[in-house]
C-alpha cells in the first residue's frame, strides 16, 4: 500500500469555489476585494509566482493590481510604495514578492506593510497574536495550507507527535505554533541545522513537515509507517526540474503524502485568496 497522495490543487479549486460567493456577497455591498502585489527585478521563478497569484485572483473574482520595481530598488523606494498602499482604501491586501532587491531587508518591508493589509501573515503583530494563541487573524499562508490538508485528510492532530523540519519564520515556526494551538493540540518538535539525530525524532513523528530546501532529505528510513508528510521544499534541479524536500521512497511507509508539485503550493495560494477575502470584509 503506497500513500495517500495529498491533491492540493483540488483542495485549492474547492476552496476558490467558496471564496467566489464571498467575493460576490461583497461585491453586492460595493466592496471588490484587491490585492496589490510588489515585485522588483526580473527572477524567472518570482514572476511565474505572481502570474499565478494573478490568475487565482482572477478566478475568485479579486481585483489584482502588479507593482513593477526595478532590480536595483532601494529598500527607501519599496518602503513608498508600501506607505502608498497602506493609505489606498480600495486596497486590502499588500504582498511584496521574494526575494528582495539586494540591500533590501525583507523584515523591515514586512513590518512596513499595514498588519490589517497583511495578507502574507508577516507583519509581527500578526505572528505574535498566533504566539498569543489567537489564530483569528490572518496566518502565514503555507502553513494554513498544510493544516487544511491535514485537517481534509482525517489524519489524527489531537495529541499527535509532530516534527516540523526548518524554524524560518515563514514557514517552520509558525506552523510549530499553529500544531500546537488549542484545537489541534499536537505536540510539536522542531528540527534545526544543529538537531542531533533528525532522523530518529521523524520515525517518531505521526505528522511531518518538511521546510528546508534541501531536495529529497527525507527518506524512506526516516518515516513511521502511516504518518502524514508534507513537503514544503522546492528546489530547482540540475536538468531544469524540480524536487521537494521529501524522497520519493517515502511514498511506501507513509500514510499520506503531499506532492512537489501539485502539492503545498496550491494551497499557499489558496490561503492568499482567503486572506485578501477575509481583509476585504474586514475593512
Known sequence: MGAVVVDGKALALGLEEGLRERVEALKQNEIV????????????????????KQRACERCGI??????????????????????????S????????????EGVAELVI??????????????????????????????????????????QSGARLSGAKAVVLGRSRIVGMPMALMLAQRGVDA??????????????????????VAAIGRPHTVKE????????????????????????????????????????PGGVGPMTIAMLMMNTVRAAESS
Request: net charge negative; glycine share 10%.
Open 33 to 52: 476585494p484587491h490585492l496589490a502585489v510588489v515585485i522588483a527585478g526580473d527572477d524567472p521563478a518570482s514572476h511565474v509566482y505572481v502570474r499565478n
Open 90 to 101: 480600495s486596497v486590502h491586501g499588500i504582498l511584496v514578492q521574494s526575494p528582495v532587491p
Open 187 to 208: 505536540t510539536v518538535t522542531i528540527v534545526h541545522s544543529r538537531t542531533e539525530d533528525a532522523p530518529a525524532l521523524c520515525r517518531e513523528a505521526d505528522i511531518v
Open 221 to 260: 528510513d526516516w518515516i513511521k509507517s502511516g504518518a502524514f508528510v508534507a513537503d514544503v521544499g522546492i528546489s530547482r534541479t540540475g536538468d531544469g526540474g524540480i524536487a521537494g524536500d521529501v524522497d520519493p521512497g517515502v511514498s511506501e511507509v507513509a500514510g499520506w503524502l503531499t506532492p512537489v
Open 110 to 151: 514586512a513590518s512596513a506593510i499595514s498588519p490589517e493589509k497583511d495578507v502574507d501573515g508577516f507583519h509581527p503583530t500578526n505572528l505574535g497574536r498566533l504566539v498569543q494563541g489567537d489564530a483569528s487573524g490572518l496566518l502565514p499562508c503555507t502553513p494554513s495550507g498544510v493544516l487544511m490538508m491535514l485537517e
Open 63 to 88: 481585483l489584482s493590481t502588479r507593482i513593477d520595481l526595478p532590480s536595483n530598488a532601494t529598500q527607501e523606494s519599496v518602503l513608498e510604495v508600501v506607505a502608498n498602499l497602506n493609505s489606498d
